[in-house]
Structures are given as C-alpha cells and as structure tokens.
C-alpha cells in the first residue's frame, strides 16, 4: 500500500520482505524503542483525542496518553500492532494547508 | 532539525529524548530489522549510484550495493549513524514534479 502524502509517500509492505530487501535480520520486532516514531499532527488538543481514541478502539498499545507538553502542546504515544509508535501531537505555531498538509512555525 | 518535506516533515531529535517522550527503553539501537525504512527515490540508475557513493562516503554502513531489481528498478541500501536503513532508489513509473515532490504510478 503506498499513501500519497503530498510529495513523501508512505508504503507499507511485508515485514519479512522488507527485512530482505534491506538484508537484515527479521528477527521479532524490537521492544525496545527503534529510534524513529511517526507523529501525527493536529491542529487542536480536541483532535488529538478522537485520533488517540480512535487507534486505542482499533487495537493499537497505550504507550502514553495525551497530556499537556512543558513546550505549550499536547501529546499522546500509542503502538501500532507492528509495534511502530506514534504520536499524535498538537504542536503550538504548527499551521496546516487546506489540504492539510503541516506547515512548520517560521 | 525540521526537514520540509512538503507536507510530510522530517525531524531529528536525540535518541534518549524521544525514546524518553515515547516512554520507551533506550537501549543500545537495535541491529536487526526495526520494521521501517527510508527510501530516497530517484530519477535514474546513475541518481542512485551518485547518492549512494555519497553516503558511503559520509561514513554509511553498507548494506547492499545498488544494482538491478526484479521488477525493473535499480536499488542498494546503506544504514547510517544510528543503524537506521535508508534505501536509495529508482523504480519504474515513479516521476517527479519540477520541485522534487513524489509522484505515484497511476
């Protein structure tokens, strides 16, 4: 599956294959933190809440709920069943287009 | 560092602090496969090669060296620093707009 997401694309395919076309080793997914998450911005602290609540009803693992950040935002971390985390963030002076896309604080 | 992505962003962080704010174990970053890649595509064989010699350059680790794909494309994969795996690429059907934005096959 590829996401177009304006110009960067998220694919998503087979654990094993990918870990053979990388040639590494596709051992169990590490438990251990990866040293890359995937954040997903929202542009109020509302919003953070139906999309936490909504992957924790899908399935997804509590890693941290949402709370108020020492920097002024709001955040939350859950796991996806391959067990990437994720954010979902609002992050103060980060604006978003029509379409969406995120535009960073200048 | 905030990289613009063009709707997608792409940030660094320290390791511990974001293991930290996921509240995850930041143990030593893992060697095997950690479930997700980056891929930089490009528009032709020779991108990838002139890519990739850069990184190795730079002091990548290498982990397969460019050469011809199954379905046509062309592709080697380096890890960096901190053992992330990127994959430098250039796929069949995959173009470009005149900003360096992704475009998928039909």
Redesign the interface.
Known sequence: V?L??????L?LWD?DK??Q???????S?????????F?WNCATPAEVDAIFAKAIEAGAGL??KPEKTDYGGYRG?FSDP????W?VVQAPGFAF?GD???I?PE
Chains 1, 2 share one sequence.
């Not at 177009?4 to 694309?9: A, K, L, P, Q, Y």
């Not at 997914?29 to 998450?37: K, L, N």
């Not at 391959?82 to 985390?85: K, N, P, S, V």
């Open positions: 590829f177009d997401g304006g110009g960067v694309v694919a654990w990918l870990a076309d990388a040639v590494l080793s596709a051992r997914p590490p438990q251990s933190f990866r040293g890359a998450t954040a890693l941290r971390y391959d067990g990437h985390a954010e287009t969406g896309r995120l960073l």
